[in-house]
């Protein structure tokens, strides 16, 4: 049997690399199963009866459990959320305040998406006057959210953002209100909805695990290919050498 001799640089190489590749590929397997657990809390709380807005201060886990709500939109301060692609069209996001009659709550409501091809022109959207019982599902962002510009205080609504944070939107206003997002449900106040439950699934976070370890593999196998090639060439130009002499 062949004697392994790779060199101490491919060595150092893949001493570096594989346990960063190894890692990477383990942490996807992690988000994977972390997607499962998600998607199958929300077909859980899909089928529950809906909350009061009275129970939802109550709650510590409150992420998309529906809510039932009964009163007002405010459309003086509609919000809206740019850079909102669906079927590879630009658009928006309306949010707008709701105020709950029930539990005298305000509720931060995403009303759905609207298209906005041309910017020169504004967004147009309608404001039902009347009160309305509908249907919403409490949406927690995963982290901080990312907001290219400060949120405008005062000036003119309905605000351009890239992204909302409803406690700062209460304590602007001065009202008393729910920290997170409701999105809607299908309804008389509802546009164009259909979010996704997660950005990535499962099965994408998989496949890049197993990218992550075929190039593990392909690492060690290469590692191993060229020591052993390396000393074969070794032996020989040796023997050549010899021979001559």
């Given at each position: 049997?062949?004697?392994?001799?790779?060199?101490?640089?491919?060595?150092?190489?893949?001493l570096a690399l594989l346990p960063?590749?190894?890692?990477?590929?383990?942490?996807?397997?992690?988000?994977?199963?972390?997607?499962?657990?998600?998607?199958?809390?929300?077909?859980?709380?899909?089928?529950?009866?809906?909350?009061?807005?009275?129970?939802?201060?109550?709650?510590?886990?409150?992420?998309?459990?529906?809510?039932?709500?009964?009163?007002?939109?405010?459309?003086?301060?509609?919000?809206?959320?740019?850079?909102?692609?669906?079927?590879?069209?630009?658009?928006?996001?309306?949010?707008?305040?709701?105020?709950?009659?029930?539990?005298?709550?305000?509720?931060?409501?995403?009303?759905?998406?609207l298209p906005w091809p041309d910017?020169?022109?504004?967004?147009?959207?309608?404001?039902?006057?009347?009160?309305?019982?509908?249907?919403?599902?409490?949406?927690?962002?995963?982290?901080?959210?990312?907001?290219?510009?400060?949120?405008?205080?005062?000036?003119?609504?309905?605000?351009?953002?890239?992204?909302?944070?409803?406690?700062?939107?209460?304590?602007?206003?001065?009202?008393?209100?729910?920290?997170?997002?409701?999105?809607?449900?299908?309804?008389?106040?509802?546009?164009?909805?259909?979010?996704?439950?997660?950005?990535?699934?499962?099965?994408?976070?998989?496949?890049?695990?197993?990218?992550?370890?075929?190039?593990?593999?392909?690492?060690?196998?290469?590692?191993?290919?060229?020591?052993?090639?390396?000393?074969?060439?070794?032996?020989?130009?040796?023997?050549?050498?010899?021979?001559?002499?």
């Amino acid at each position: 049997m062949r004697p392994f001799r790779p060199g101490w640089v491919p060595t150092l190489v893949v001493l570096a690399l594989l346990p960063g590749l190894i890692a990477l590929g383990c942490w996807q397997l992690g988000r994977a199963e972390e997607k499962r657990a998600l998607l199958a809390s929300y077909a859980e709380r899909r089928i529950e009866a809906p909350l009061a807005t009275s129970q939802l201060n109550g709650n510590e886990d409150n992420a998309m459990r529906r809510v039932h709500l009964y009163g007002r939109f405010d459309a003086e301060h509609s919000v809206l959320l740019d850079n909102r692609m669906r079927d590879g069209q630009a658009g928006v996001e309306l949010l707008q305040p709701f105020h709950d009659q029930a539990s005298g709550l305000w509720l931060l409501v995403n009303r759905g998406w609207l298209p906005w091809p041309d910017r020169r022109v504004p967004v147009h959207f309608d404001t039902p006057a009347q009160a309305l019982a509908l249907d919403a599902s409490v949406y927690v962002a995963p982290g901080n959210t990312f907001q290219l510009h400060p949120d405008p205080v005062g000036g003119q609504w309905p605000h351009l953002l890239t992204a909302i944070d409803a406690a700062q939107l209460w304590a602007q206003l001065g009202r008393e209100g729910f920290a997170h997002e409701l999105r809607l449900e299908p309804g008389p106040a509802s546009y164009r909805l259909g979010w996704p439950i997660v950005a990535m699934g499962p099965e994408k976070h998989m496949g890049y695990a197993v990218q992550w370890f075929a190039l593990a593999i392909a690492l060690v196998l290469l590692y191993l290919y060229f020591g052993w090639r390396q000393n074969k060439e070794k032996s020989h130009g040796h023997r050549h050498s010899t021979g001559r002499a």
